[in-house]
């Protein structure tokens, strides 16, 4: 048997690089109007991302499975 691992992304991350992207975004717009919608997409998904729970890897337990030969 052997454990699978998998990664996870910590909210504030990405939420930090969202708030980047919306920056470098903008840059590429000149208008007002167009600004101003970038930045309301992005708060939206900001917004929905802040409210997913956090995983935590301390809280979840680890199941082992039998992996077959054909899946390593």
């Known amino acids: 048997m052997r454990k699978k691992k998998m990664g996870y992304l910590r909210k504030d991350m990405v939420i930090d690089a969202l708030k980047e992207d919306m920056q ?38 680890e199941e082992t499975r039998w992996i077959p030969c054909s899946e390593r």
């Open 24 to 61: 470098d975004t903008k840059k590429c717009y000149e208008g007002y109007q167009e600004k101003e919608l970038i930045e309301f997409c992005y708060n939206c998904m900001e917004r929905v991302i802040d409210r997913l729970p956090q995983y935590y890897p301390e809280n979840v337990v």
